[in-house]
C-alpha cells in the first residue's frame, strides 16, 4: 500500500504517465465532427508550414478554427518543449463528437422539426522529424 496522502499520490502517478508531445485542443468547436475530418484528413501527417499552407487555402469553415489550432500547438511546442519549428509535423488530429444543441423549427400544420446544431472537441499533436 502506497504511503502519503491521496493527492500526493494522484500527483507522483500523473508525473510518471505525462505527455512529452505538444498538442492543443479546441473543445465546444461550433462545426460538425464530419466537417472537420475533412480538413483533418487534409493535413494529418504533414510537416507544419505544409498543413498551413493547406489550411490558408482551404474553402471550409473549420480550417479557420483548425489552423489558429495549429499555430497553438506550434507555440507550445516551441516555448514549453524547446522543439525546433522546422522539424515539426502533425502526429495526431482528430475530433469527438461534442454535445448537441437542440433547436426547434415550425413547419406546416404546426408541425414541428427538430434541428441539431452539432459541436466538437478538436485535438492535434505534433511530433519532432
Same mark, same amino acid.
Given at each position: 500500500?502506497? @504511503?502519503?496522502?491521496?493527492?500526493?499520490?494522484?500527483?507522483?502517478?500523473?508525473?510518471?504517465?505525462?505527455?512529452?508531445?505538444?498538442?492543443? @485542443?479546441? %473543445?465546444?468547436?461550433?462545426?460538425?465532427?464530419?466537417?472537420? *475530418?475533412?480538413?483533418?484528413?487534409? $493535413?494529418?501527417?504533414?510537416?507544419?508550414?505544409?498543413?498551413?499552407? $493547406?489550411?490558408? #487555402? %482551404?474553402?471550409?469553415?473549420?480550417?479557420?478554427?483548425?489552423? @489558429?489550432?495549429?499555430?497553438?500547438?506550434?507555440?507550445?511546442?516551441?516555448?514549453?518543449?524547446?522543439?525546433?519549428?522546422? @522539424?515539426? #509535423?502533425?502526429?495526431? *488530429?482528430?475530433?469527438?463528437?461534442?454535445?448537441?444543441?437542440?433547436? $426547434?423549427?415550425?413547419?406546416?400544420?404546426?408541425?414541428?422539426?427538430?434541428?441539431?446544431?452539432?459541436?466538437?472537441? $478538436?485535438?492535434?499533436?505534433?511530433?519532432?522529424?
Amino acid at each position: 500500500m502506497a @504511503k502519503g496522502h491521496r493527492s500526493q499520490i494522484k500527483r507522483e502517478r500523473n508525473a510518471n504517465n505525462k505527455e512529452t508531445r505538444p498538442s492543443a @485542443k479546441l %473543445s465546444y468547436a461550433r462545426v460538425s465532427v464530419q466537417k472537420a *475530418c475533412f480538413v483533418l484528413d487534409a $493535413i494529418r501527417g504533414k510537416d507544419v508550414r505544409t498543413a498551413l499552407a $493547406i489550411l490558408d #487555402y %482551404s474553402p471550409r469553415y473549420a480550417s479557420e478554427l483548425i489552423a @489558429k489550432l495549429v499555430r497553438s500547438a506550434v507555440a507550445n511546442a516551441e516555448n514549453n518543449n524547446g522543439m525546433d519549428v522546422d @522539424k515539426l #509535423y502533425i502526429e495526431e *488530429c482528430y475530433a469527438n463528437k461534442g454535445p448537441t444543441l437542440k433547436r $426547434i423549427r415550425p413547419r406546416a400544420q404546426g408541425r414541428a422539426y427538430r434541428i441539431e446544431k452539432r459541436m466538437s472537441h $478538436i485535438t492535434i499533436v505534433l511530433n519532432e522529424r
